[in-house]
């Protein structure tokens, strides 16, 4: 992203007062290496998954994570 990563824009959206409830985040990202996923965790996020991605596994990070609507 040009202006900010994905960890600061997580950051930046669990500040905000009014943020929507229900909302979840789950990493999509290529960096697998080792303390990724915990950055990914202490920035909010509820959930990490490397790339190439799978659907499978998309589908069920997303259920794990609570999504109430998984398409797939």
């Known amino acids: 992203m040009p202006l900010m990563d994905g960890l600061e824009a997580t950051r930046r959206i669990r500040r905000l007062p009014l943020r929507p409830a229900g909302r979840r985040f789950i990493a999509m990202t290529a960096n697998v290496m080792k303390g990724d996923r915990e950055a990914c965790v ?6 990490y998954i490397g790339k ?21």
């Open 52 to 72: 190439p991605v799978r659907v499978e596994e998309l589908v069920a990070r997303c259920r794990r994570a609570g999504a109430a609507t998984v398409i797939g």
């Open 42 to 47: 202490a920035a909010g996020m509820d959930g």
